[in-house]
């Protein structure tokens, strides 16, 4: 992992391959190739750079449509609308699995290139090659999550020769492709002959040896991909990576976390700012549970405060309603330690009792089905909106009785994590505040590092692997090395990316005077390894649901991990004395969606025969995008065929 400056990498990349990657948000299989007259020749390793700038396996349609879709099918949060009929609604999906060809078509210019020059120069540059080959099988299997067949081994090839109507690659084969390349990624990075400079590599900095380990633990991902199709050669896969001679990710700076540039560009440069910071516009709703987030409180997890918010309830807000003679809600009021005034039976807030802050910071939605859209007095501070005496019960108001305002009790996703701050006015970030107070605390860019597979991730996927092959004491190992390095590859990645109240943040304090710092802390994982439900004790089935049970946990800030590691796993379980999942009559498990509509097929599109070819193979109805249909319930795809119902557990 690195945190080298990139900018000059940016435009260098952008320079050479922006007319080789440039697209809409959507792309059509027709138009996957580059016209010959449009192919800029260039050095492979700003190619690779470029490969770089474009990899965003989850970039912003698919946490703005996708996401609450694909935590709700898993049973691992809502959107901030509560439980309804909405479960089951599809927005359009945007074709955010479809992002493999954008590196595609570059790692395409790269052998290419390499085609062209002499022996010295390919076996030079051949590293960049390989890494670059690693993003397209990195997002080639998040394609093959949501889609099944794609077109791989053909597309992108038109300016080189090939076909404008690739052919759609099996997973089961393209599966085969990717672990072959991979092993021979990790030749390829292992040799002595192949350099990677530094300033062309924002991800390692050049070192080979960690690239090595990243194309081996990328492995991982497809092994556990494998479990329900061909659990013998998942195991065999699986032993490979914990044996293979170069390693695997096993520590904090072997991550694949870094961001891509640190200076904004003004001007029409739109295409290099998202880069740098992911994106700057709208966000998903979706917020954790009660039970979710429960949980972790329960346990002293500190990942609660780098993957949810804060709610807006400090004790400024808290003293606010007190002052107004308001009722605050029971659940935050039973941390709260307050005098009473005995004459005038006004509440003074003194401190925080509990857990204190930040902990009692932190609450889920409540998962009572359509709640968003009741009055019931009982739901009244999760939807104050719904409720008939919202202004007089609910709401502060400043000193002339206007601007009414209330405050989310419950804490959603933290945006901060997802999306780099990036200005273009005098926008403003501001803290919860009373009605006729202001306070910010800080108006500077903050570009975005992200975290693509890490100590943690392959840890767990070992301590699974471990626990199927009935070794309980080499998976505790792997478990606990897994929970600590989650922790810590979190608290570094908040810390990064700055996010509102940790330490390093400039004025994330001063309007509250009770806030509390989110850092991570000493002795805060051994007490949440110590815990009861994190512990690594109970049956052999308590055991590999708690392993299951943590990789969801790391994976929450990335909604197709946490889609596919629930469908494949049948966790969180309905019947679960851990960590249940909650039941609703009106969605029976049989109609929750387990892939994704394929997209209508139109008489204009020339890839129209093969498409419909490849979906029929697979057993697939066509379906348009954005609306439900049963058959997104009954008809698998490939790599989902004989893993549980929905949770049902294994």
Known sequence: ?????????????????????????????SEMNTDPSAVVQGEVSYLFAEAVNVFDPQPYLEYYYNAPMKYQWAGFGLSTGGAS??????????????????????????????????????TANAGYVAAAKLLSIYEGIFATDMYGSIPYTEACMAAYGGTLTPAYDTVESLYDLWITELDDAIATFSSPDVVMQANQDVVYGGDTEKWAKFANSLKLRIAVRLLAQNETKAKEIASDVASASCGYI?????????????????????YVNDRIYHWSNGFTGCAGTETMIKFMVDNRDPRVRFFYMKNQWNSKIVQGYYDAGLEIPDFIEANVEYDIDEVTKKKTFVDWKGPGEPWVRYYGITEDWNAGNSPNAAYRWYFPENYPNADKELYLHNEKGQNPKSYQVFSTLNRMMIIGRYYTSAQEVEAATLPDDVYTYTTIDRPWYGMYLSAAEVNLYLAEFAMLNGNETQAETYYNRALSFSVQSYNELARDNQIAYYSNVEGSFGYDPNEGAIDLKDGEINTMLASPQ??????????????????LIHFTLYPN???????????PSFNSTILPRTSYAQVPVGEIPRRFPTGGITDEDISADVREA????????????????????????????????????R
């Open 1 to 29: 992992m690195t945190n080298m400056k990139s900018y000059k990498l940016l435009l260098a990349a952008i320079a050479l391959g922006t007319g080789l990657t440039t697209t809409g948000c959507r792309d059509d299989f």
């Open 85 to 122: 009929e909405s479960i089951l609604t599809l927005t359009i999906d945007g074709d955010q699995a479809r992002q493999y060809i954008n590196v595609l078509r570059v790692l395409r210019a790269m052998e290419h290139e390499m085609e062209l020059r002499d022996e010295e120069y390919r």
């Open 250 to 270: 096993d520590a904090l700076e072997e991550d694949v976390r870094f961001h891509k540039g640190d200076v904004r560009l003004t001007g029409d440069q739109g």
């Open 534 to 551: 994190y512990a690594f004790t109970g049956t052999s089935e308590e055991k590999l649901e708690k392993i299951y049970l943590q990789e």
């Open 561 to 571: 991990e946490v889609y596919v590691t629930a469908r494949r796993s049948g966790y």
């Open 614 to 649: 490849a979906y029929q193979e697979q057993g697939l109805t066509v379906t348009s995008s954005g609306i439900y249909d049963q058959v997104l319930a009954t008809e698998r795809l490939w790599a989902d065929k004989n893993a549980p119902e929905w949770g049902a557990g």
